[in-house]
């Protein structure tokens, strides 16, 4: 247990010199925002990418009432379900960045 609470610890530590030129408080919130939510992801096994890859995706067109399903912690039973999935493979972008993460990526 110590060696993960180090882990994350570490986190911070490391990026504090990148951190001062964030330049406002509004860039010091989105990056703190992006940090949680990147860290999140992790806490849950999620590969951050692609999740915000489908997050993005998904966003414009979910109903507002349900935007919690859209978090890490409710993200594996969300993209589980038929109408997630309707709704991915009707996003024109996404196929393309998958398209292009195939021709981009190294085979062994």
């Known amino acids: 247990m110590n060696n993960i609470s180090e882990r994350h610890l570490r986190r911070p530590?490391?990026?504090r010199?990148?951190?001062l030129f964030v330049a406002s408080n509004d860039g010091a919130e989105?990056?703190?925002l992006c940090t949680t939510l990147i860290a999140s992801c992790h806490l849950h096994e999620i590969e951050p990418e692609a999740y915000l890859r489908d997050l993005l995706c998904l966003l414009p067109g979910?109903?507002?009432s349900r935007v919690l399903e859209l978090a890490p912690c409710n993200w594996k039973q969300t993209l589980?379900?038929?109408e997630t999935q309707?709704?991915?493979?009707a996003h024109v972008m996404r196929g393309t960045i998958l398209?292009?993460?195939?021709?981009?990526?190294?085979r062994a």
């Open 99 to 106: 398209e292009l993460d195939e021709i981009h990526t190294p």
């Open 17 to 19: 010199k990148r951190w």
């Open 86 to 89: 309707q709704r991915l493979a």
């Open 80 to 82: 589980e379900q038929p």
């Open 62 to 64: 979910w109903p507002k």
């Open 13 to 15: 530590a490391s990026g």
């Open 30 to 32: 989105v990056n703190m």
